[in-house]
Nanobody, 127 residues
Framework: QVELVESGGGLVQAGYSLRLSCVNS????????MGWFRQAPEKEREFVAA????????IYADSVKGRFTISRDNARNPVYLQMDSLKPEDTAVYYC????????????????????WGQGTQVTVSS
């Protein structure tokens, strides 16, 4: 059973940092690719970052490259999204996603490839 729970969201000023965490309350996330997506009001859900099942491969959206870092600790379950130099345009609900298919397809950026989703955590960046 995979039940994803995100945490770490909040309200920060532009230029500050936040670290989001995603844990699986059911079992470890080993062997599952993990992704972070976000959705701002009146906008479509968009890809942010993803990491392979063993942490050996990461991919980022151009809008966050160099500012966000995705990582995982398979021994301890969590997947993290370190967000630095936050901008007001980063304001959104951030969702954690997991699934085996991105490993096979290579389509880490496509939300349709993920089978499991968390409820989301709000990130608000003020100017």
């Amino acid at each position: 059973q995979v039940e994803l729970v995100e945490s770490g969201g909040g309200l920060v000023q532009a230029g500050y940092s936040l670290r989001l965490s995603c844990v699986n309350s059911g079992r470890t996330l080993t062997n599952l690719a993990m992704g972070w997506f976000r959705q701002a009001p009146e906008k479509e859900r968009e890809f942010v970052a993803a990491i392979s099942w063993n942490g050996g491969y990461t991919i980022y959206a151009d809008s966050v490259k160099g500012r966000f870092t995705i990582s995982r600790d398979n021994a301890r379950n969590p997947v993290y999204l370190q967000m630095d130099s936050l901008k007001p345009e980063d304001t959104a609900v951030y969702y954690c996603a997991a699934g085996p298919r991105p490993t096979l397809s290579g389509s880490y950026y496509s939300f349709e490839e993920y089978d499991y989703w968390g409820q989301g955590t709000q990130v608000t960046v003020s100017s």
